[in-house]
């Protein structure tokens, strides 16, 4: 499968931009493009609602902007950036469609619990989101936890039914 043009959602964290070395080989090898996105919304209580959405915007350009442009600088030639105003999951779906994404890089904060319960889990509602691919990175130190339930493993006889 070739993938043209890769988008890669970040959200500022250190943890996410682990996605762009993957992201980017992905692209060398393959001579695609990729796409750097980023959601912003403005949040709390401002006596000037635009002027903090305006603000928000311009810092998530100029963040998208540094990393394009230090990208650029180690050959990665076919990069553009663009920031969607809203929840994060629902902005890199739209992204996907809208930039007729082959693939979308992305990682996992891993967060479990009570976090996951409060803030969601934007990587499974993309994944329930989109039909663009994706490949899920796990970033360094993000907590590891085991799914629920009890699993056993099931063996085909020879007559085909289950043992």
Avoid at 18 to 33: D, I
Avoid at 104 to 119: D, E, F, K, P, Q
Wanted: charged share 20%; aromatic share 4%; glycine share 10%.
């Amino acid at each position: 499968m070739k993938f043209a043009k890769i988008l890669v959602p970040l959200d500022g964290s250190a943890q996410a931009e682990t996605a762009l070395p993957t992201a980017v080989q992905l692209v060398k090898a393959q001579g695609g493009s990729l796409s750097l996105i980023r959601a912003v919304e403005a949040w709390g209580i401002s006596s000037d609602v635009v002027e903090a959405e305006i603000r928000v915007v311009r810092e998530a350009e100029q963040y998208l902007g540094k990393l394009a442009d230090l990208l650029r600088a180690n050959g990665c030639d076919r990069v553009d950036t663009s920031v969607w105003y809203g929840a994060p999951a629902r902005s890199i779906v739209d992204a996907a469609s809208t930039q007729k994404a082959d693939l979308i890089v992305m990682t996992s904060h891993g967060r479990g619990g009570i976090s996951r319960l409060i803030m969601g889990s934007v990587a499974e509602s993309v994944l329930r989101g989109t039909t663009t691919p994706i490949l899920l990175l796990r970033a360094g130190g993000a907590g590891v936890f085991a799914p629920e339930g009890k699993a056993r493993r099931v063996q085909a006889t020879a007559e085909g039914s289950i043992a």
